[in-house]
T-cell receptor, first 112, second 110 residues
Framework: NAGVTQTPKFQVLKTGQSMTLQCAQD?????MSWYRQDPGMGLRLIHY???????DQGEVPNGYNVSRSTTEDFPLRLLSAAPSQTSVYFC???????????FGSGTQLSVL | RKEVEQDPGPFNVPEGATVAFNCTYS??????FFWYRQDCRKEPKLLMS???SGNEDGRFTAQLNRASQYISLLIRDSKLSDSATYLC???????????FGTGTSLTVIP
């Protein structure tokens, strides 16, 4: 069982570069979400989706875009990377917004 | 006011000890409750869901107190392998988000 697959595991960017973090799940989950985790801050929601074609902003959406063209995939795009976006990013999915979340293995991103 | 609050600890306990964590939530409409475990630099993993009647899984017991708006996690007979950060997670029937506490750090000492 693959579960939630998140790539890459590590990434270093220069300020101003763009990139896409990939997230895919094979559990037919409707709910998918992206979080960032910084020391002392806990997990903060960036964007989420309750189904294909539907996305919404979370607590810290600035500088990030998402799309949900299929049930399986929920990529996160950094438009113009900034040092403040240095963080660990997690993708997560669940059957619906009140069921348990399954997490990807995380992406450690450094922006220089 | 934060949706979910946890004592960050750290809790340092000897092997075999019993330790309890509490987590308070602010929204009385909160619907689902979970405890997750997170090891250093790894993804959070579900430890257990929390049900209104309370539930137990081996050495772990979770309880929900809706009147006082908190959930608790009790770990009995602590093992070295229990060392981790424990996150409480709450959902609301009025929104589409999962709300995370900042986590409680536990270190079990030999």
């Amino acid at each position: 069982n693959a579960g939630v697959t998140q790539t890459p595991k590590f990434q270093v960017l220069k300020t101003g570069q763009s990139m896409t973090l990939q997230c895919a799940q094979d559990m037919n989950h409707e709910y998918m979400s992206w979080y960032r985790q910084d020391p002392g801050m806990g997990l903060r929601l960036i964007h989420y989706s309750v189904g294909a074609g539907i996305t919404d902003q979370g607590e810290v959406p600035n500088g990030y875009n998402v799309s949900r063209s299929t049930t399986e995939d929920f990529p996160l795009r950094l438009l113009s990377a900034a040092p403040s976006q240095t963080s660990v990013y997690f993708c997560a999915s669940s059957r619906d917004r009140n069921e348990k979340l399954f997490f990807g293995s995380g992406t450690q991103l450094s922006v220089l | 006011r934060k949706e979910v609050e946890q004592d960050p600890g750290p809790f340092n306990v000897p092997e075999g000890a019993t330790v309890a964590f509490n987590c308070t939530y602010s929204n009385s409409a909160s619907q689902s409750f979970f405890w997750y475990r997170q090891d250093c630099r790894k993804e959070p993993k579900l430890l257990m869901s929390v049900y209104s009647s309370g539930n137990e899984d081996g050495r772990f017991t979770a309880q929900l107190n809706r009147a006082s708006q908190y959930i608790s996690l009790l770990i009995r007979d602590s093992k070295l392998s229990d060392s981790a950060t424990y996150l409480c997670v709450v959902t609301s029937n009025t929104g589409n988000q999962f709300y995370f506490g900042t986590g409680t750090s536990l270190t079990v000492i030999p």
